[in-house]
């Protein structure tokens, strides 16, 4: 049997990327997000390029009871999953001291950390039964530190990067894996509306696909890149004591739309 994955958030971006890649070498997928037609068109170009066989499911990641009904169709059409890839996100931004709203907190926790454990509690008990399978969760590197004007994105992302730490240990020696994706910034509809805001070593999402599957093939528990950029935020910006990141980070980003 193909591998059989099931990839949220897969009507743009990183997660349609990764459809039409994942098709090409024959893998069956599971695709969800909120547009239909979008969604239409890539199951389309997904089966056109060698695709095993293409679930849609259209619905909010937010919404737990969307969550249940989608897995109870793939476990009908598919059996199980393999691979499942929580891509589904969203971003926020805005200066707390312009106006801090804890509905932006809530939107964005809703699906980048809510969407994604809905997800999990769906797949995980089929994955510990057969005692084999990958979650693959999309954090960021924005989540490795507080980043100035993103509160709402950057803690939803260092709360995906934690949870998922938290699973995997939990998860040791039964089988089931657990990656976590980490991207710098990448050229897709989030990206296309920070207008203002700098992006050094901004990568093509057909780049950033490729180390994606490379690093969740290779079994790696985190899968951060582009290297150069990954490895200065991890080595160095994470290490800084807060009094100079305090200073550096207040200067050094300009302010991003909401
Ligand atoms: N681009 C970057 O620089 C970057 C860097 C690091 C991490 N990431 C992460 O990568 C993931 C994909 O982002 P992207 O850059 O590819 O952005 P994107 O092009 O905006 O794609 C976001 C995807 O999430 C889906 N989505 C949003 N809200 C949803 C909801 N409530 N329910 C179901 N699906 C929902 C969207 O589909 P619908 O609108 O059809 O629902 C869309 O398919 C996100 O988790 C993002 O945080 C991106």
């Known amino acids: 049997m193909s591998h059989r994955v099931l990839i949220t958030g897969a009507t743009s971006g990183l997660g349609r990327e990764l459809a ?3 098709a090409n070498e024959g893998f069956m997928l599971a695709l969800t ?3 239909v037609e979008r969604l239409a068109e890539l199951a389309q170009a997904a089966k056109d390029v060698g695709a095993g066989g293409v679930l849609t499911l259209t619905g909010d990641v937010a919404d737990p009871a969307v969550v249940k009904a989608h897995y109870a169709d793939i476990q009908e059409r598919f059996g199980g999953l393999d ?3 929580l891509n589904a996100g969203v971003s926020k931004s805005g200066d707390a001291k312009e106006g801090f ?3 932006d907190y809530r939107f964005v926790y809703g699906v980048n950390v809510f969407g994604m454990v809905n997800w999990i509690e769906a797949v995980l008990p089929g994955m510990l039964k057969e005692k084999s399978g990958t979650i693959v969760g999309m954090a960021s590197i924005a989540g490795f530190r507080g980043l100035p004007r993103s509160g709402p994105y950057s803690s939803s992302k ?3 990067i934690a949870l ?3 699973l995997r240990v939990d998860l040791r020696g039964t089988g089931v894996q657990v990656v976590t994706v980490c991207p710098g910034f990448v050229r897709t509809e989030m990206t296309s509306r920070w207008k203002d805001e700098d992006m050094p070593f901004l990568m093509e999402p057909r780049d950033a696909v490729r180390e994606m599957i490379a690093g969740i093939k290779a079994g790696r528990r985190m899968v951060d890149f ?3 950029f990954s490895t200065a935020v991890k080595y160095v910006v994470r290490n800084l004591p807060g009094c100079i990141y ?3 980070a207040s200067r050094g980003t300009r302010r991003r739309p909401k």
């Open 20 to 22: 039409l890649q994942l």
């Open 33 to 35: 997000g909120r547009r």
């Open 83 to 85: 691979w499942a890839v």
């Open 101 to 103: 709203a804890a509905d």
């Open 158 to 160: 260092a709360a995906a």
């Open 164 to 166: 998922l730490e938290s």
């Open 226 to 228: 582009p290297f150069p």
């Open 246 to 248: 305090d200073r550096v």
